[in-house]
């Protein structure tokens, strides 16, 4: 045995002895420690419960630690182990605290696993670590506050998880890290400005958390930095001048934030190697600056869309390895002729792959140059802007193209021929256009289509069949156009078919059954006839059936008993019969059932969906009896059947009684006659719509006792409110009577009366009737008369009035979930207005006190006197419109009423806005509290998100706090912050950055069903 030239056999014996046990120390001393590593390694393992690939098999006895997988030993070190490598192993459980034993770790990669649970603390002791990997888990809690303890970290990977809280300020002391990744976290507070003391740090990853707050100067002193990935978070604040200097920063991400300002007009030598600049989704305003295109000249992608930059769009022409260009959604261009003349300096970009300018005021004509862009162009978004003139045919040389979007715009003409060169097209919006002419055949040949919208344009002649060679279409959207014929193609793919308001007829074909993925079915509005196909039944996929207002008849088929999926199921205006199905009481995912104005008969089901009167309707059939009482139907009688004798002394006795009644019609005609000579005691009256039941002045009044004060339950600026109840049946009523006196009364009456004409919903206040006529003096009077909300007004419940009546009465207290479902109701109600009904209807006067309660606590939209029906358009505001017309209410009508612009969608949008922020502050938005600049909209958005309780109802927040569970407690408030959120979008000034209401009600729904999952009722 010889040691670098020692040897043992020159020793004394006595020195030999004693250089043995020296050896024997060592080994056993480095056994020892090796021991301690195997030890930390068997105790991670007993942690993980799940091994599918069987990794760990080898980690035993009869095998060398050194050779376990996954591991490397330092021989250096005496076999201590230095790396562990467990990445991608589908591995389950948690990572065992032991893990602080392997003192000699420097690299540790579990990341693409599912470990859960905390990050273990112990992990601090580890301080010779350089790389903690441990991205795409399921670990919770905090990060450890500890961390300072790994001096030596150069790369800290931690995002892609579960973790919470705030990011500790132990990171701010690791001088060594280069890449910190907490991205795709829970991680909240502000923004962890000492970030910028990690002088050596070069890229940071923090996107796609919750953190809150401006960024810090300090991130312009990291002159290291790369990457700033900071995107999705609640950033606020401007961005500090010194980053845009960096001329290291090779990707800038600050999208999907609150950050505001401008971009610098002006740059010397800053982000110069600059590949990928994003501010998507913020508050920006001013021009693009000239230095993106010249300075950046490396760039690839460059995105800034949504926010609100205005001016011109300048040349890209220097961008040559520009890939990815989205500046869509900001106040772009000036509708004029030029806008778009930016667009040939595109054609240098030879590897542009997406463009977007969609919605934007870019006006002009397209360019033929659009069809010089390069080849690889996969997508193209143009929609939403003023574009005028035809579609360049040079489109067609674009042929990688998988995505066109034109939508919105003014292009009129055919669809050019050359657009069936684009054999890759996934994806053609046309929509809401001026294109006319045939839908073209060849777009047969574009065999990968997805998704074929040209809805809203001006097509006619037949659909063509040859659409069934495209069988992967999963969308097509072909309403409001001209087009007639009696068939259209079967595409089994389908998902998605909307046929509605043309000029189709004939029956339904019976091959629609082979449609089997059908989720939504939409030929309303047009002129099928025949019997429903009973194939359709074949469809159990469907969750949307429309197929109003057409000439069908016959019964509903016994097969649609498959159609359980089905939440909407609209039969209402056709000509169907026999009895309604007893087994759509079965269907559990039915919210809307509408089968008015058939020739339905029998019996009407109590269960299910029937059991909601606001959710079915059944109006316009005369054959109905039964149901629940609030349908008002009379009682089923049944009848012993009757021998042949007696049927024919029935048919006697009838014959003989209708000879008396023509002589009695004959008498009472020319009794008639002579009564016109007289002036009528009673005044006449019209109804609305056809069938409903007319009540005369004397009816009135003596349903309300004389218009009796003690009956008076609201006034308004053009009429009061009485209570009633009819002496004839006992059915309670409201009755509105106008003061024809007052300016506008007249005018009021005859916008509601139109109103009420067009619409029809269950969160809409039903109408009974319209009294127009005279009074016992013989004065004009005229009154609408409504159903009875028996639970009043909104406005009672948000802001109660106590009488002296009142003191033994319940005091009204709205529930969370209660005012939840009451803002979806609204919701429900302004959608209908707004994008359902054949012309859309304006209320401009929604407020608290226009919303009525039902005895279930139904929301009920009511007192249509300042509506406007718009034909127009569904969102243009119409200049002509006379300021006598802009009325509404203070605090809740939208700010550009106040500046000459007509009535619109957005202006109703806005109202429910306010009134949304009001349900849930529990503040009248015209509070005394409310001065100078300050609103309900400026006071809710500068509480968020910090104080979210503080500006809630004390109500809600009693109702939050006696809850036991402080899981619950936190479901409530982030449901708050949401609901908050949803009502500023709504209230936003400028009407075109509002949130459509159709999305607002699925946002609500949303935050219902997951309080509905906490375990809250109303």
Known sequence: MQLKGFSFAKLPFRDFIFAIAIALCFVQVSSASNETDKSALLALKAEITEDPFGVLSSW???????????????????????????????????????????????????????????????????????????????????????????????????????????????????????????GRNNLTGSFPSFVGNLSSLEKLFLGENYLGGSLPRALGQLTNLTTLALAENLLSGTVPHSLYNLSSLVEFDIGYNQIHGSLPTTMAFGLSNLEFFSIAENQFVGSIPPWIANNATNLQVLQLVSNKLSGEVPSFESLRDLRKLHIGINY?????????????????????????????????????????????????????NPIIGEIPKAIGNLVNLEILSMANTSISGAIPFEVGNLQNLAGLYLPNNNLSGLIPSFLQKTEKLIYLHLYGNHFHGHIPLHLDNCQNLLELHLSDNNLNGSIFPIVKTLVYLNLSHNHLSGALPAEVGKMDHLV??????NRFGGEIPSTLGDCDGLSVLRMMDNHFQGSIPQSFRSLRSIEKFDLSNNNLSGQIPKFLEAFHFLEILNLSYNNFEGILPTEGVFKNASATFIAGNNEICGGIPEFRLPKCISRPSKSKGEVRKLKLALFIIFGLLGVVLVLIFVFVCWLKKKKAQEPTSSSIANGRQNFSYGTLHRATDGFSSTNLIGLGSFGSVYRGTLQENGTDIAVKVLKLTHHGALKSFKAECEALKHIKHRNLLKVLTVCSGTDYGGNDFKALVYEFMVNGSLEEWLHPSPKPTDVDRPSKILSLIQRIKICIDVAFALDYLHNQCHSVIVHRDLKPSNVLLDAEMVGHVGDFGLAKIVLESTSCMNPHISSADLRGTIGYAAPEYGMGRGASIEG??????ILLLEMFTGIS????????????????????????LEITDPILVQEVESDAGQRRKSTVQDCLLVAYRIGIAC???????????????????????RLYAAGLRG
């Open 908 to 913: 109703d949008v806005y109202s429910y806005g």
């Open 332 to 384: 772009l261009g000036s509708g004029g002729s030029g806008d778009l003349n930016f667009l040939c300096s595109l054609t240098n970009c030879t590897t542009l792959t997406e463009f977007d300018i969609a919605d934007n005021k870019l006006g002009g004509l397209l360019a033929g140059c659009i069809g010089n862009f390069s080849i690889t162009i996969k997508v193209l978004r143009l929609g939403s």
């Open 987 to 1009: 209230s936003v000034g400028v009407p075109r950055e509002r949130m459509s209401i159709a999305d607002v009600a699925a946002q609500l729904r949303s935050i219902r069903d």
């Open 520 to 525: 939504d079915l939409d030929i309303s509005g």
């Open 60 to 182: 035993n006895d009869t095998v060398n630690l050194c050779q376990w997988f996954g591991i490397t030993c330092s021989r250096r070190h005496h076999n201590r182990v230095t790396i562990l490598d467990l990445y991608n192993q589908k591995l389950s459980g948690s990572i065992s605290p032991h893990i602080g034993n392997l003192s000699f770790l420097r690299e540790l990669w579990l990341s693409n696993n599912s470990f859960r649970h905390e990050i273990p603390p112990q992990i601090g002791q580890l301080f010779r670590l350089r790389i903690l990997a441990l991205y795409q888990n399921f670990l919770g809690g905090g990060i450890p506050k500890n961390t300072s303890g790994c001096i030596n970290l150069r790369a800290v990977y931690l995002g892609k998880n579960q973790l919470s809280g705030q990011v500790p300020l132990d990171i701010g002391l690791l001088g060594k890290l280069r890449v910190l990744y907490l």
């Open 925 to 948: 938005p015209t509070a005394e509290i409310f001065k100078d600049n300050l609103n309900l909209h400026n006071f809710v958005e500068e509480a968020l998100p910090e104080r979210v």
